[in-house]
Nanobody
Framework: VQLQASGGGLVQAGGSLRLSCAAS???????????IAWFRQAPGNEREAVSC???????HYVDSVKGRFTISRDNAKNAAYLQMNSLEPEDTAVYYC?????????????????WGKGTQVTVSS
């Protein structure tokens, strides 16, 4: 399984970005059997789970992004998205998508089966 995150960039505080996670390489177990999560890691910080969506498309968010971020998935396209609104400088980090086979939310770092390379999000004040 391969994951490719994209959509990061530089944005001013209050702005928006939409991250995408494209997944491929599924064989016996298909994309819709995976929970999908977005993690982020800022310099000097541990990687934290930001949002997760399970197989039933129920979302979960860390408190700091509730009301600002929206996670979604499109099983037909093997893709997931993270719409980020009202961005704050504290959201600056490298964002990673990850999947857990028959997983649940909230996501746990050690439980994820596959990771994509990150995409940088920088929010200027």
């Amino acid at each position: 399984v391969q994951l490719q995150a994209s959509g990061g960039g530089l944005v001013q505080a209050g702005g928006s970005l939409r991250l995408s996670c494209a997944a491929s390489g599924f064989t016996r177990i298909t994309f819709d059997s995976y929970a999908i999560a977005w993690f982020r890691q800022a310099p000097g910080n541990e990687r934290e789970a930001v949002s997760c969506i399970n197989m039933n498309s129920s979302p979960h968010y860390v408190d700091s992004v509730k009301g600002r971020f929206t996670i979604s998935r499109d099983n037909a396209k093997n893709a997931a998205y993270l719409q980020m609104n009202s961005l704050e400088p504290e959201d600056t980090a490298v964002y990673y998508c990850a999947v857990e086979r028959i997983g649940s939310c909230p996501a746990r770092y050690a439980a994820m089966d596959y990771w994509g390379k990150g995409t940088q999000v920088t929010v200027s004040s």
